[in-house]
C-alpha cells in the first residue's frame, strides 16, 4: 500500500519556558492511500493539534511529517501554501464558510485560488454539487441554510480539487444526528466510490464507527489502534465503545 | 476599591479598545485646545491692527470646531461602547448588579476622559507654538513667538471638556439601562442583508448629482441664479447629499451586479473576496461613505478657496491697487523730496511719476443694471475722467487705449471683488450727469474692469470726451492725483516708511506695500482657519474609517483564518485587504473631490479669479494625507489578521 500521509515522532510543545505544556509526544502517524481513518480520544488530549501539524496549519516542535512523497519541514511559508491548496482539502467543526459568499462562490473559491477558467469552474461545482445533493442552495448564502447543508458545502469546498488527503476535524460535532448520519454516508461514497483519502478527528464513536482504522489518542500519545477489517458497523461501534471505556472519555449519542 | 480593581482589570484587558477611544479623545481636545490658544494668543492680537478680524474670524471657526469634536467624541465614545457590550452582558449574567455595573462604566469614562485631557493639553500646549509660528508665518508678520502658558484656553477647554466627559460619562452609565440582556449578548450580526439594487434609485441618484452640478455651473449667467440664490443653493446641497447617498447605497450596488456578469473577472478569487466583503457591508457602510465624502468635499472646498484667495493675493493687490503709492500733491517741494528718496533707495527705482485729474460729478445712474458701491458712497457721484487722461494712464499701466468718443458717449470702469465680471448689461444704457445748465445723457458704449486708482473704496468712474469733460471741470473741482510706481513694489514697505515721514498726516495716502500688508495677514488668516479645520476634518474622516474597518476586520478574523487554511498566503491575505480598502477609502475620495471641484468651479467662475494651481496643489496634498490613513489603516489591519 501507498503511504499518502507520514509522521514521524511528532512532538509538540506549547508556551514559553517555565510553563510547558507538551501536548504531543512522539506520535508515529501513517495514513495509506483510500483510507478513511478516524482519530478519537477525550477531549485535549491533542487530536486537534495532532491534525494542525499534519495538515502544515501548525508546525511540530519536532518530528518530520511527510505527504505524498514531500517531506514539509523543508518547505516556506509560500510553499506550504501552494502546497495545501494542492494536496489538501479541510473541513471544520463549525464549517467556516465566508458569509459575504454564497454555497457556490464558497466551493469554487479553491478552483479561483488554482486560476481555473471561470467556465470549468462552474461545471465542476455543479458537478460536485450534484454529488452532495446540494444543487438547490447554490445560490444562497450560508446564514440561509441549514447547519447540514453548510457541512456539505464545506465537504464540496474540501474535495472540488481532487485533493490527495482530505482532513476533518469534528465535522459532525455541532450536526443534529440524521445531519451527521447524512454526512458520514457522503464520506464512505467519496472513499469508497472516488478513492477520497480522508482524516476524520472525532471524539465520537458513531462518527468513528464509519472508519476503516481508528486511532486512539490520550494525553498527546497514540494509544491503540482498531482496524476494522470484516466486521459489519454495528459490531465495529461495539468495539469501539468498549475500547473508549477502557481509556475513559469520549461519547457515544447515536446508535 | 473592588470596583476600582475590576476597571483595572478592565483596561489592562481591553488595552487596545481604550487606546483607541483615548487617542481619539486626546486628538479632539488637542485640536480644541490648540485653537483657542491662538484665538486668545496676545503677541499674536497685538501684531494685528485689526484685531476684530481674528476674534470674529476665531469665534466662529471655534464654534464650528466645538460641534464637531462633540460629534467626534460621541462617535468614538459610541463605537467603544458597542465593542464592549459583551463584557457588560457577562458581568450582568455573573450577577453584578445593574447599578455597579453602572457605576463602573461611569468612572471608566471617566478616568478615560481625564486622561485624555491632561495628555490633549500638553500636546496642545506644544502645539499652539507650532502652530502660532506657522500663522504668523502665513499673515507676513515678523515677530518671534514664544512659549507661553495661555491660562484662558486653558480655562476654556477644562471647562468645554469637563462637561463632555461628564455626558459621555453618563452615557456610559445609562447603557446598562438601555439594553436588554439578550441584547448585549448578540454577536455582530451574521451577514446582513445585501441590497436588491434597483435601477429607478440608481438613475435618480445620477439625475440628482447631475443636476446639482448642472445648476452650479449654470450659476454665473442664470437669472434664476440672481432671483432665487437661497433657494437655488439649498436645491443644489440637498440634492448633492442625497444623490451621493443613493450613488453608494445603491448604483454601487447595481454596479456591482454588473461586474458579477463578468464571470471571469468576478470569479477570480482576489475579486471575489474584494467586492462581496465591499456589497455585504453596503447597507451599514453607505452612510459612512457619504460623511466621509462630504466631509472630504467641505475640507477640499474650505481649504481649495482660502488657498487660491491666498495664492492671488499678489495678483488680487495689484488689480486693485495699480499704483506704488498715490497721494494729493500739495506741493512740488514734497514731490522732489519723495523723489530724492526714491532715487537714493538702492532697492527700488522709479518707473513713472504722473499727475492727473478726476471730476466728481453728481448725476443719475437709475438706468443701469450693475452700479459699483462707489456710486452711493460718494453721493450720487461719478468721477469722471477725460478720454485723454485715460489713454495717458493707459498707456503708463500697460491697458488698451481707446479711440475718441463722442460727446454723447462714454464708457464706465466697474472693478468689483465679488460677483460676475461679466459688466456688458450695461452697455447701450444711458447716464445723466447734472449740471447747473442742462443735464448731459451720456450713453455707455464699453466698460472696462480694472482699477484706476488706488482708494479703498473706489468712485464709479467713467471716461467722457476731452470736450464734454472740460465743461464738467468748470463747474465742479477737479481731484489732482499724484501717482508713482516703482520697482518690486511687493517688498516697499520700508520705502513706505521713508516716504511717509516727509507727507504732511492730512495727506490720503494710498501705498501698494500697505494693502498688500492688510491683504496678506486677512487672507493669511482665512488660510489658516481653512487649513486647520481641513485638517481636523481629514482625521476625523481617516480615523473613522480607521475605527471601522478596524472593528470590521477584527469580526472578520475567522474569515482570514479559513482562508489561509485553505492555502492563501499571509501576503496575498494583505493584498486582499489592501485591494478591499482602497476601494473603501477611494470612492469617498473620488466623490468629494468631485463635489469640491464643481463647487470651486462655480465660485471661481463668479469671482473671475483662476484657482486651478491652487486647487491641484491642494487635491494633492490632501489626497497625500489622506492616503497615509489608508496605509496606517491596512497595516493595523493586517497586524490583527496576520499576527
Ligand atoms: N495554542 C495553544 N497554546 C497552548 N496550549 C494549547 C494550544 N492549543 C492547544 N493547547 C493545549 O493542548 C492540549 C490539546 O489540545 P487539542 O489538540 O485542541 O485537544 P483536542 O483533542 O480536544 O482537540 C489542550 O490541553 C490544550 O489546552
Ligand atoms: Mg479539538
Given at each position: 500500500m501507498e503511504a499518502i500521509l507520514k509522521g514521524n515522532s511528532i512532538h509538540k510543545v506549547f508556551g514559553a519556558k517555565n510553563n510547558i505544556y507538551t501536548a504531543l509526544q512522539h506520535v508515529d502517524v501513517t495514513i495509506n492511500k483510500g483510507e478513511f481513518v478516524g482519530i478519537m480520544g477525550p477531549s485535549g488530549a491533542g487530536k486537534t493539534t495532532l491534525l494542525n501539524i499534519l495538515s502544515t496549519i501548525d508546525k511540530p516542535t519536532s518530528g518530520s511529517i511527510v505527504i505524498g512523497g514531500e517531506s514539509v519541514e523543508s518547505m516556506k511559508e509560500k510553499d506550504l501554501a501552494k502546497f495545501r491548496r494542492k494536496h489538501l482539502g479541510f473541513i471544520f467543526q463549525d464549517y467556516n464558510l465566508l458569509d459575504s459568499l454564497t454555497i457556490q462562490e464558497n466551493i469554487l473559491l479553491p478552483l479561483s485560488l488554482a486560476n481555473w477558467p471561470a467556465q470549468k469552474m462552474e461545471v465542476k461545482v455543479r458537478e460536485i454539487a450534484n454529488i452532495l445533493g446540494i444543487e438547490a442552495i447554490l445560490n444562497s448564502y450560508p446564514y440561509q441554510v441549514s447547519g447540514g447543508q453548510k457541512q456539505r458545502a464545506a465537504v464540496a469546498r474540501a474535495i472540488i480539487t481532487n485533493p490527495s488527503l482530505v482532513l476533518a476535524d469534528e465535522p459532525t460535532g455541532a450536526l443534529d444526528s440524521k445531519s451527521s448520519t447524512d454526512l458520514l454516508n457522503t464520506?464512505?461514497?467519496?472513499?469508497?466510490?472516488?478513492?477520497?483519502?480522508?482524516?476524520?478527528?472525532?471524539?465520537?464513536?458513531?462518527?468513528?464507527?464509519?472508519?476503516?482504522?481508528?486511532?486512539?489518542?490520550?494525553?498527546g500519545r497514540l494509544f491503540t489502534e482498531i482496524v476494522r477489517g470484516d466486521k459489519d458497523r454495528k459490531e465495529f461501534l461495539n468495539l469501539l465503545l468498549n475500547t473508549l471505556s477502557t481509556i475513559g472519555g469520549g461519547t457515544h449519542e447515536h446508535v | 476599591m473592588n470596583m476600582f480593581n475590576i476597571v483595572k482589570k478592565n483596561i489592562k484587558h481591553n488595552f487596545y479598545q481604550y487606546f483607541l477611544y483615548i487617542a481619539s479623545m486626546t486628538l479632539s481636545i488637542t485640536i480644541y485646545f490648540t485653537f483657542s490658544s491662538l484665538q486668545y494668543n496676545k503677541q499674536i492680537s497685538q501684531a494685528l491692527t485689526d484685531t476684530e478680524k481674528l476674534e470674529s474670524a476665531f469665534g466662529a471657526s471655534s464654534i464650528l470646531l466645538l460641534l464637531f469634536v462633540s460629534i467626534f467624541i460621541w462617535y468614538s465614545n459610541n463605537f467603544f461602547v458597542k465593542r464592549r457590550k459583551k463584557d457588560i452582558g457577562l458581568y450582568s449574567l455573573l450577577g453584578v448588579e445593574k447599578k455597579q455595573i453602572g457605576r463602573m462604566l461611569f468612572y471608566e469614562n471617566f478616568i478615560m476622559g481625564i486622561i485624555a485631557l491632561l495628555i490633549g493639553l500638553a500636546i496642545g500646549e506644544l502645539f499652539s507654538v507650532f502652530f502660532s509660528m506657522i500663522l504668523v508665518k502665513l499673515m507676513g508678520f515678523s515677530i518671534a513667538i514664544t512659549f507661553t502658558i495661555n491660562s484662558r484656553a486653558i480655562i476654556q477647554t477644562l471647562l468645554v471638556f469637563s462637561v463632555i466627559i461628564f455626558l459621555t460619562?453618563?452615557?456610559?452609565?445609562?447603557?446598562?439601562?438601555?439594553?436588554?440582556?439578550?441584547?448585549?449578548?448578540?454577536?455582530?450580526?451574521?451577514?446582513?442583508?445585501?441590497?436588491?439594487?434597483?435601477?429607478?434609485?440608481?438613475?435618480?441618484?445620477?439625475?440628482?448629482?447631475?443636476?446639482?452640478?448642472?445648476?452650479?455651473?449654470?450659476?454665473?449667467e442664470s437669472n434664476n441664479w440672481d432671483q432665487n440664490f437661497n433657494?437655488?443653493?439649498?436645491?443644489?446641497?440637498?440634492?448633492?447629499?442625497?444623490?451621493?447617498?443613493?450613488?453608494?447605497?445603491?448604483?454601487?450596488?447595481?454596479?456591482?451586479?454588473?461586474?458579477?456578469?463578468?464571470?471571469?473577472?468576478?470569479?477570480?478569487?482576489?475579486?471575489?473576496?474584494?467586492?462581496?466583503?465591499?456589497?455585504?457591508?453596503?447597507?451599514?457602510?453607505?452612510?459612512?461613505?457619504?460623511i466621509i465624502s462630504i466631509l472630504n468635499a467641505v475640507t477640499l472646498i474650505a481649504f481649495g478657496f482660502g488657498y487660491s484667495i491666498y495664492y492671488n493675493t499678489l495678483d488680487q493687490v495689484k488689480s486693485f491697487v495699480p499704483y506704488s503709492y498715490q497721494y494729493e500733491s500739495t506741493s512740488s517741494e514734497v514731490d522732489a523730496k519723495i523723489r530724492e528718496i526714491i532715487a537714493t533707495d538702492n532697492d527700488h527705482s522709479l518707473i513713472f511719476e504722473h499727475d492727473w485729474e478726476y471730476t466728481m460729478v453728481k448725476g443719475d445712474a437709475s438706468e443701469l443694471k450693475k452700479v459699483p458701491g462707489g456710486?452711493?458712497?460718494?453721493?450720487?457721484?461719478?468721477?469722471?475722467?477725460?478720454?485723454?487722461?485715460?489713454?495717458?494712464?493707459?498707456?503708463?499701466?500697460?491697458?488698451?487705449?481707446?479711440?475718441?468718443?463722442?460727446?454723447?458717449?462714454?464708457?464706465?470702469?466697474?472693478?468689483?471683488?465679488?460677483?460676475?465680471?461679466?459688466?456688458?448689461?450695461?452697455?447701450?444704457?444711458?447716464?445723466?450727469?447734472?449740471?447747473?445748465?442742462?443735464?448731459?445723457?451720456?450713453?455707455?458704449?464699453?466698460?472696462?474692469?480694472?482699477?484706476?486708482?488706488?482708494?479703498?473704496?473706489?468712485?464709479?468712474?467713467?471716461?467722457?470726451?476731452?470736450?464734454?469733460?472740460?465743461?464738467?471741470?468748470?463747474?465742479?473741482?477737479?481731484?489732482?492725483?499724484?501717482?508713482?510706481?516703482?520697482?518690486?513694489?511687493?517688498?516697499?514697505?520700508?520705502?513706505?516708511?521713508?516716504?511717509?515721514?516727509?507727507?504732511?498726516?492730512?495727506?490720503?495716502?494710498y501705498s501698494f506695500s500697505d494693502s498688500y500688508q492688510e491683504a496678506q495677514?486677512?487672507?493669511?488668516?482665512?488660510?489658516?482657519?481653512?487649513?486647520?479645520?481641513?485638517?481636523?476634518?481629514?482625521?476625523?474622516?481617516?480615523?473613522?474609517?480607521?475605527?471601522?474597518?478596524?472593528?470590521?476586520?477584527?469580526?472578520?478574523?475567522?474569515?482570514?483564518?479559513?482562508?489561509?487554511?485553505?492555502?492563501?498566503?499571509?501576503?496575498?491575505?494583505?493584498?486582499?485587504?489592501?485591494k478591499q480598502y482602497s476601494v473603501v477609502f477611494l470612492l469617498p475620495l473620488i466623490v468629494g473631490i468631485t463635489h469640491s471641484c464643481m463647487i470651486l468651479t462655480a465660485i471661481s467662475n463668479l469671482m473671475d479669479i483662476n484657482f486651478i494651481i491652487p486647487v491641484i496643489i491642494c487635491i494633492v496634498s490632501y489626497t497625500m494625507l489622506y492616503l497615509s490613513y489608508y496605509v496606517l489603516t491596512v497595516i493595523s489591519c493586517n497586524k490583527i489578521v496576520n499576527a
Open positions: 464520506f464512505n461514497v467519496l472513499n469508497k466510490d472516488y478513492d477520497s483519502t480522508i482524516l476524520m478527528v472525532t471524539h465520537d464513536a458513531f462518527a468513528a464507527s464509519y472508519c476503516d482504522r481508528v486511532l486512539f489518542m490520550k494525553d | 460619562s453618563l452615557q456610559g452609565y445609562f447603557i446598562i439601562y438601555r439594553f436588554k440582556l439578550i441584547e448585549l449578548f448578540q454577536a455582530t450580526k451574521k451577514g446582513e442583508k445585501i441590497n436588491k439594487p434597483s435601477l429607478l434609485l440608481a438613475l435618480l441618484a445620477i439625475a440628482m448629482i447631475g443636476g446639482s452640478y448642472w445648476l452650479l455651473q449654470l450659476s454665473p433657494r437655488t443653493i439649498i436645491i443644489i446641497i440637498i440634492s448633492m447629499l442625497v444623490g451621493s447617498f443613493l450613488l453608494f447605497h445603491s448604483l454601487s450596488a447595481f454596479i456591482f451586479v454588473l461586474l458579477q456578469k463578468n464571470k471571469s473577472f468576478y470569479f477570480k478569487w482576489s475579486n471575489l473576496l474584494t467586492f462581496t466583503q465591499l456589497t455585504n457591508r453596503l447597507k451599514s457602510n453607505a452612510f459612512m461613505f457619504t456710486y452711493l458712497y460718494f453721493d450720487e457721484s461719478f468721477a469722471v475722467i477725460s478720454n485723454t487722461t485715460f489713454n495717458q494712464l493707459a498707456d503708463k499701466l500697460d491697458l488698451d487705449t481707446i479711440a475718441p468718443f463722442k460727446e454723447t458717449e462714454g464708457l464706465t470702469i466697474i472693478n468689483n471683488f465679488i460677483g460676475s465680471q461679466d459688466q456688458q448689461s450695461n452697455l447701450n444704457k444711458s447716464i445723466s450727469l447734472h449740471s447747473a445748465t442742462a443735464d448731459s445723457k451720456i450713453k455707455i458704449v464699453d466698460n472696462k474692469s480694472f482699477s484706476l486708482l488706488n482708494d479703498p473704496v473706489q468712485p464709479f468712474l467713467i471716461v467722457v470726451n476731452d470736450k464734454k469733460y472740460n465743461q464738467l471741470r468748470g463747474e465742479n473741482t477737479p481731484t489732482t492725483v499724484h501717482a508713482l510706481k516703482v520697482t518690486n513694489e511687493a517688498k516697499s514697505s520700508a520705502l513706505t516708511k521713508k516716504i511717509m515721514k516727509e507727507l504732511p498726516s492730512e495727506v490720503h495716502f495677514s486677512v487672507y493669511g488668516l482665512l488660510i489658516f482657519i481653512s487649513g486647520f479645520l481641513g485638517l481636523v476634518f481629514l482625521a476625523a474622516s481617516g480615523s473613522i474609517i480607521y475605527f471601522k474597518m478596524l472593528t470590521e476586520v477584527t469580526d472578520d478574523k475567522v474569515r482570514y483564518t479559513t482562508l489561509k487554511k485553505l492555502g492563501v498566503q499571509k501576503i496575498e491575505v494583505m493584498r486582499v485587504i489592501a
